[in-house]
């Protein structure tokens, strides 16, 4: 095992290199077709053939299987041992995989949920001048408040930076299980938010849940939601949910966790491969966070932090996930 994967590094390290340039970037990982079994050999197998890995998530989908062991059923051993032996088998899979993750690229999404609020203007102007993408999960409601907010929605519009998705228009009005208890209500709600904010992409994010329903997926944090996630799916929409919260008190700026706190939170997620999709962490923000200076500063210094430490890369949802 060993030998596979050291082969995995030294003998293909040009093929391994000209395959990390052509999985990277905006390409759908999704959308490469070559054999996942081949992936398998050359993490695996002490093989000296190694193949190519490949970009169809074969990696991502070793790290969630359950590990199989051959054995003997004439001479068996202890329920104990078996059990010892399964944990060790999933331990060296886990280890081989992760270290194969860890050369590939990671990415990180940025997401701010409530907008256009104050803050949203400092969000849109920090994601210009960091040259980042950013995503913002906004409420029609929200927009139709004032000339003010207006504003600042179309400016998040016009930023090719920044992707618009859909949070809702009423947001619930912030009694979600009444606002879930009715499906087809809540699914208008979200009907009527793409068609006043004109948004492009089926993305949504649901208001008080973190659900997430996309390709294989399907994860209910509370149950009151899930019919309106399910809804919302079978007419196209892709659901998501966050791995990590970051909070700060909107008026006066004061961060509930420091940058530094959220900062390795990230880390040992984006390390650990204990995110939603290994590789890929998404962070949950929300506008009203970053009205006022301070708040906008840890913002760009949580973008330092990310930048200077690692080479992390800033998506968009409509991209999520990459998978290895
Ligand atoms: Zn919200």
């Not at 000209?18 to 398998?40: E, F, T």
């Not at 990696?59 to 969630?64: A, E, G, I, S, V």
Request: hydrophobic share 35%; net charge positive.
């Amino acid at each position: 095992m060993r030998n596979g994967v050291k082969s995995l590094f030294t003998f293909g390290g040009v093929f391994y290199l000209m395959w990390l340039a052509s999985c990277s970037g905006s390409m759908d990982s999704r959308a490469a077709n070559p054999s996942q079994d081949s992936l398998k050999l050359a993490v695996v197998s002490d093989s000296k053939t190694d193949t190519l890995p490949s970009c169809t998530g074969s990696l991502t989908k070793r790290w969630r299987e359950p590990v199989h062991l051959m054995v003997d059923t004439v001479n068996p051993i202890s329920k104990d041992s078996l059990a010892k032996a399964i944990r060790l088998e999933r331990r060296r899979v886990r280890d081989s995989v992760r270290l194969a993750l860890d050369q590939l690229p990671k990415h990180i999404y940025f997401t701010f949920d409530d907008g256009p609020l104050r803050g949203s203007k400092a969000i849109d102007s920090i994601a210009k001048a960091r040259k980042i993408k950013i995503n913002a999960f906004l409420v029609g409601k929200h927009a139709f408040m004032s000339k003010g907010l207006k504003r600042d929605y179309q400016k998040y519009y016009d930023n090719p930076l920044v992707e618009c998705y859909n949070h809702s228009y009423t947001h619930g009005n912030n009694k979600f299980t009444t606002f879930y208890s009715n499906a087809v209500g809540a699914y208008n709600d979200f009907e009527k938010n793409e068609t006043d904010l004109k948004l492009q992409h089926k993305i949504i994010r649901l208001p008080g849940r973190n659900i997430w329903i996309y390709d294989d997926i399907r994860r209910i944090d509370l149950q009151s939601g899930a019919s309106t996630a399910d809804m919302l799916y079978t007419n196209g929409y892709k659901i998501f949910g966050w791995d990590v919260e970051w909070k700060i008190h909107g008026l006066t700026g004061k961060p509930i966790q420091s940058v530094h706190e959220i900062y390795t939170r990230i880390r040992n997620y984006m390390n650990n491969k204990s995110s939603m999709e290994p590789n890929n962490v998404v962070l949950l923000m929300h506008d009203d966070m970053f009205q006022n200076k301070k708040g906008q500063q840890l913002l760009s210094s949580l973008i330092d932090t990310i930048q200077t430490h690692t080479d992390y890369r800033f998506e968009f949802m409509q991209d999520y996930p990459f998978r290895y």
